[in-house]
């Protein structure tokens, strides 16, 4: 078994983006919280319509983003070295080290639209969230067939963790559905109405949950060399 310390190395590429991209989110929240008086609320929420319907401190405002990144990136570092399927995971370090990297920036992304936000720039939070969201779920779709077994970062059905073939063709199939389905958010994001959007959102997602899930088990039905439950 590997030691905690070449663990830590095969995650140094998302762990470098994750440390600079946080250390800017909390130099730019500094900025802004030097820029607005100290009793302005900030939007902390917003409706489906992209209009801000609840309000919070400064702090939590400008520096809530960057803590539950903080907390998140410990989580994706601390998680995949208590895996039981270090292995399998080890070997998808490419697609971990760039989905885990995307997250972080995605989250950094976020935050800098929320504190135009709290400056007073005109922006559409509907149209910057769907295409950051889009955008994402675009490239998880990219990765996602690379990916081995494991019980953190994929598909985990009860059929894709006892076949190697479901998980495979399972993860190949939610490849095209991540694109095709970050394609359709981030278009609607930025030509449909906030109610229609969430529609194709949730419809979407649900659609991927249900479709791969009922997939992963057929193809496990299918398997040879399935470990029966």
């Not at 697609?95 to 005109?122: K, Q, R």
């Not at 009860?158 to 694109?179: D, G, V």
């Not at 278009?187 to 109405?193: A, K, V, Y």
């Not at 949950?209 to 009922?214: A, F, K």
Request: with cysteine.
């Amino acid at each position: 078994m590997e030691n905690d310390r070449n663990k830590l190395e095969i995650l140094k590429p998302a762990i470098t983006v994750a440390i600079l991209t946080i250390f800017l989110m909390l130099i730019t929240s500094i900025f802004v919280w030097q820029k607005i008086p100290g009793d302005t609320r900030v939007a902390v929420h917003w409706n489906i319509a992209g209009q801000p319907d609840r309000y919070g401190s400064k702090f939590q405002g400008l520096m809530l983003m960057p803590l539950v990144t903080i907390i998140m990136v410990i989580a994706m570092v601390v998680v995949p070295m208590i895996e039981p399927r270090y292995r399998h995971i080890k070997s998808s370090m490419k697609a971990y080290n760039i989905v885990l990297s995307a997250i972080v920036l995605l989250m950094a992304f976020l935050h800098f639209v929320l504190l135009m936000v709290a400056l007073g720039e005109p922006i559409n939070i509907m149209k910057s969230v769907c295409l950051g969201i889009g955008l994402i779920f675009i490239l998880i779709g990219n990765y996602s067939g690379k990916i081995r077994s494991n019980y953190f970062f994929g598909i985990k059905t009860p059929w894709t963790l006892s076949s190697e073939f479901s998980w495979y063709k399972t993860h190949r199939l939610a490849s095209r559905l991540f694109i095709i389905v970050g394609m359709a958010i981030g278009l609607s994001g930025l030509t449909l109405p906030g109610m229609a959007v969430f529609i194709i959102m949730l419809g979407s997602i649900v659609g991927i949950l249900v479709t791969v899930t009922l997939y992963s088990y057929f193809v496990w039905k299918k398997d040879l060399q399935k470990k029966n439950l």
